[in-house]
């Protein structure tokens, strides 16, 4: 009925070590299997809602009326309010074969806190809506929540509200997020300046060589259901795909630090994608340094084994959710201090163009894949 | 290619009749037909982004970056951010075979709206959230865009950001929808305090009827092409399914009237379940009376000629989108002039039950149908 559990059933051990925060049962579907027509609209939305507490000052009222209320102007200091949305569909975002659903709803969370963090904000709310086919039951869906909940404890952010339908084919997941900062605080995308110093935060690929990994494993068991994934030495890329983390310390360090980017942006498309907009917007040109590019080793040695170019995968390889921002040149010695922080170019004229700077100093133009929604149709 | 344009053309100029406001070719699909891929993601949200403009004062940021930023602190009074989201599944929430595109995207703006209506508040700005399938052209989804921009404008609302993706099967809309209302000015549904009035806005049933009148017209026509939709006589019905309204009106003759309700919702699952949903969080009984219930003359003359119970369809019908909402006994006279309101009840204490009292006095428990989503699934 569900074409999932084989895949993750026979690596589930594994998979709990990378995930240590997820109890043994994520890795796969329940075996109880309730019905969700059994408890109905009102029922499902009560048993995923009943225990919710709301964390937040400026959570005035969550579940359970026509719309959520909160209040944004009790801090005692000029605050804007931030909104984000993501939607994400079966077949076309995740692929159940080998996503568990607490991570899927884990991750869902935590991209669209790290589109708050991207502004230089804090997540405080979000609102989820799930549509849900008949094939799930209601434990499948409580493992959902359960994972979109585990994100918000670890966030500090509130489920205020939703709506829960049901839907002929898959699953449907749409995640709004509303967060707060200072009015001075917010950074956008069209601050960066000529001079300024680019930075990103982790490492880049690693989260897609995660899928290349998993899209592989998954082959080579549909050939031979006995098999057994070679995860071995590759836990990192599998954490790195199914359990994304949002860059809040990095946020928390940049306050810290008394350092105010001039653009910012989360990695979700890939950094070429990603830079490209902040120098559009900017209306400015970047180089930036192939050997400056921050690559994990387990990213380099599957990269390797795969015949895939490192240099591709970090630059164009997406869902890494690390954060890129520019800042003045006055604020680098500030930027030594911070951990897990790296300089990899500069911002230019935009004469110059938007240009990858090769280990022989050969310039090449950088190009923007990017996640090719309609192309893959 | 696409099911759905059959339908529509063969009564277009009818349809035009009942939706003043809408340009001709909502009623159809687009002669036209670009692909989404000729476009790319980038390029179709460019072009249904492109001449957005803010009209809110709160709007600081609309589409283009991580978030959207909206600044509800500058309004000289404490206010309160309201929070909405629906999500809306084809095939599930709504066919194409007799919902033209732009319509669709009209009634799934105003929907938003009405839930923060119903909170007494202002709606403010929205997010949307498309999934597409490749059986939608450019032109299309424009229609779609088009009819949520229609909206908007209607409502005064802004279009501040979202997220565009492909989809495998069908259309997908999520719209989150942002509103203020003063801090004492927001209405929940758990105040409704005994004795107090029920209060209902227009008529019920008609967006119910409207639905029925399509599917019935959608299969004769699909057992004989050539054939005319009956619709003559019944466009009002059609208006109220196809193009619903929220009752801005009221909420603004309610405050010139200085009356507050004490509870408040919009009624999309029909007046039985939400007075039940008042009733419960507010932990009071109710009497309500058959021969208040407001009903159209052309609801009245579809049941009968459909062998339906009237009576049923305004309790149960949904998707009309009027206010229900309960106000003390000391405002009655504010109350009487007030255009399209109607009393058609009072709160008891919470031993009496949720009771529709029938022409002859009898007196029957409401039953909740609602919109049983996993039921129908």
């Known amino acids: 009925m569900f074409g999932v559990c084989f895949f993750f059933y026979n690596f589930a051990l594994k998979f709990d070590l990378i995930c240590h925060n997820m109890s043994t049962n994520d890795t796969s579907l329940s075996a109880s299997k309730t019905p969700i027509a059994e408890l109905g609209e009102f029922g499902l939305i009560k048993r995923l809602t009943q225990d919710i507490k709301l964390q937040q000052p400026s959570s005035i009222k969550g579940v359970g009326d026509d719309a959520a209320v909160l209040d ?36 869902a969370a935590v991209v669209n806190f790290s589109d708050i963090y991207a502004m230089n904000g804090t997540p405080t709310q979000i609102i989820v809506s799930l549509g849900i086919s008949k094939r799930f039951s209601v434990e499948d869906v409580q493992a959902l929540y359960d994972g979109i909940r585990l994100a918000c404890e670890h966030y500090h952010v509130d489920i205020v509200g939703g709506d829960t339908t049901s839907s002929l084919t898959g699953l449907t997941i749409s995640i709004t997020c509303m967060g707060v900062a200072g009015k001075d605080e917010v950074v956008y995308r069209n601050g ?45 890329l599998l954490e790195r795909q199914l359990k994304p983390q949002a860059r809040v310390d990095i946020i928390q360090q940049l306050k810290q630090a008394g350092i105010k980017p001039t653009a910012m942006m989360d990695i979700s498309d890939g950094l070429s994608s990603e830079l490209m907009h902040i120098c559009k917007q900017s209306g400015v040109g970047c180089a930036i340094y192939e050997d400056k590019l921050p690559i994990d080793y387990q990213s380099a040695v599957l990269a390797e084994e795969m015949n895939m170019s490192i240099v591709t995968c970090a630059l164009n ?43 022989n100093g050969e310039e090449l133009s950088l190009q923007a894949q990017g996640w090719q929604a309609f192309k893959e149709n």
């Open 192 to 236: 960066a300046k000529v001079n300024d110093l680019i930075c990103v935060t982790g490492n880049l690929g690693a989260a897609y060589l995660g899928l290349q990994l998993l899209e592989r494993e998954r082959i080579v068991m549909q050939a031979n259901a006995k098999a057994t994934p070679a995860f071995e030495g590759k836990e990192y």
């Open 317 to 359: 390889g997406g869902e890494d959710y690390e954060l890129l921002f520019t800042c003045s040149l006055d604020d680098y010695e500030k930027l030594i201090p911070i951990d897990d922080l790296y300089l990899v170019g500069h911002i230019t004229k935009p004469e110059y163009g938007t240009m990858l700077i090769g280990r």
């Open 72 to 107: 944004f102007t009790k801090h005692g200091q000029e605050m804007q309010t931030l909104v984000t949305s993501d939607l994400l569909l079966e077949g076309i975002h995740f692929n159940l074969e080998y996503v568990p659903l607490k991570h899927l709803g884990y991750k």
